[in-house]
């Protein structure tokens, strides 16, 4: 019985034995493919207000269909693979509201914790602890560098994300999820764990964990790395801090921009008979 249990704790109901490599790093895409067709699903309404690209708005309604085809080719590529990454994706996104009730009813942390718990039935201890491990790097490494970014295009905004004191930057606007409080709320600094844990102690945490990954499976974070910088560089194309007609801020397509006063010049005088003009004093 105790050596049933093992087994079952090593391997979790999966088959043990692994596809052939080119069929597992397709599996790991397929699989990025749908977590980010839903992530984009879920934060539609945050990214409109932050002006980041969601890849969800111009797929409409039959985004999460193509989240579900590619997950379904994922797992009948490599179930291990699939499954292991999705839970680990899961229990990642809702790690940071803990205590924040969802739709179901559950409490973040709740849900957390079920998401765990299907990965180690699903692929047992090791893979379900790797998967996580890895999936946990990339989403370190990810926040590393926006919030690197961040404090590049704006002066003094890596102070300000971490509560820095005059010159601090407003957070980003995260609309809550339906039924829960505090929809508009900032949290943007709470959602970025370079914030939360210090920028440095997020990267070492991400190399070590990324390290430890890649030492159970190299295959499989091999895949997830470059399937994560690709990601990555796509989304950040027209992302915060740039520039265009589509950059929240600028003008209307159509409506040129006003020029900027010449140095120097005085400040336009408002006319005292023009509507609604108030006379100070």
Known sequence: MTAELGRWLASGWLPPGAPPVAARVLAVVATGIAVKLMDDVLDQQEDAVTGQPNVA??????????ALAAFALAAALSPRDALSLFWASYAWGMAHGAGQRLPLGLRAWQET??????????????????????????????????????GAGSPGALGAAAGGGPGRRAAAVRPGLPGSPGVGAAAGPRRNWAVRLGPGEALLTALALGWLAATWDPVRAAATGAVALAAGLLGRRGGPGRAGPDAPG???????????????????VADPGAPGHRPEG
């Open 250 to 268: 600028a003008a209307p397509r159509g409506v040129a921009e006003p020029e900027p006063a010449p140095q120097g010049a005085a400040a336009p």
């Open 57 to 66: 708005v111009p797929l409409g309604g039959s985004a999460v269909a193509y």
């Open 113 to 150: 914790a079920l998401a765990v718990a299907l990965a180690v039935l699903t692929a047992g201890v090791p893979d379900a602890l790797a998967a996580l491990a890895l999936i946990g790097a990339v989403q370190l490494l990810d926040d590393w560098v926006d919030l690197r970014r961040e």
